[in-house]
């Protein structure tokens, strides 16, 4: 199959095609909406993997351009296999199946996507109809909560492929990126921008979740759901408390990865 993967969080994506890469695909990857269509205009694609909150153009508006496409083509003299669109949500909700489906979906994970469901969605992939609708999809959602210790460990072994300095890459990696958002977010909530609040907790909590930084997960989704409402007047107390998390998931992340690298280069 030829697969277009459209992922927006740098770290995502790189989790994403590193995952596709081991179960044996060969991936394009783009990082918006505006990239899937203009990727769409030169190669056909068989499944797109489609990150639903990007930026600008969205996931299901990107899906309804694309099917908006298809219809056009069959109304005329021209014939588009329809494409398979996987959708990559972010958030566990009541209606999240029903919203991907009635943008055009055919179907859908929850982030972070475990390697055995991403193989199982593609192979439901395979089949290239238009009623291709997935029929043993996922009717409910993993919750999220407070848990300790903060890092799932065995969620970024994986990600690595077992390899301990792979993992200490991916940690380096996504510190990086978390150090960046936490500014970005401070800076913010200082000035009560709703819309930046949400857009920097949304994108700090995708890659949290796919890295399995799970103590800051639920903390950080609310901080999104403030900036989603417009009422950011509790933003610094939470922004304090992830704050803390994001110091203790650091400090559990170093005590971890030099432990065992120590014993690993014994």
């Known amino acids: 199959m030829r697969i277009l993967l459209a992922e927006d969080s740098s770290i995502s994506r790189e989790v994403a095609l590193a995952q596709l890469q081991r179960l044996g695909y060969t991936v394009d990857a783009v990082g918006n909406g505006i990239e899937v269509l203009q990727a769409l205009r030169f190669i056909h694609y068989d499944v797109v993997l489609m990150d639903c909150q990007m930026p600008g153009l969205d ?6 351009k694309i099917r908006q496409r298809e219809a056009e083509a069959a109304s005329g003299s021209s014939h588009i ?56 999809a996922p009717s409910s959602f993993p919750s999220e909560g407070s848990v300790d210790p903060p890092v799932d460990v065995d969620r970024l072994l994986e990600l690595a492929g077992g390899k301990q300095r792979k993992m200490q890459e991916l940690v380096d990696r996504y510190t990086r990126e978390a150090n960046d958002a936490m500014n ?31 103590a800051l997960v639920p903390l950080l989704r609310e901080l999104e759901r403030l900036g989603q409402i417009a009422d950011v007047s509790s933003g610094p107390e939470l922004l304090r408390h992830i704050g803390a998390e994001f110091e203790r998931t650091q400090q559990f992340l170093a005590h971890y990865i030099q432990s065992h690298l120590h014993l690993a280069a014994k």
Request: charged residues 20%.
């Open 81 to 136: 296999s329809p494409i398979h669109v996987i959708a990559m949500t972010a958030h566990a909700v009541k209606g999240d199946r029903e919203k991907c489906l009635s943008a055009g979906m055919n179907d859908y994970l929850t982030k972070p996507v475990r390697l055995e469901e991403l193989q199982s969605a593609l192979q439901r992939g395979q089949c290239h109809s238009k009623q291709c609708f997935p029929t043993d």
């Open 184 to 214: 970005h977010l401070r800076s913010a909530v200082e000035t009560s921008s709703a819309p930046l609040v949400k857009q920097w907790a949304h994108k700090l909590a995708g890659s949290s979740a796919t890295c399995g930084m799970l």
């Open 59 to 64: 996931g299901y508006e990107t899906t309804r």
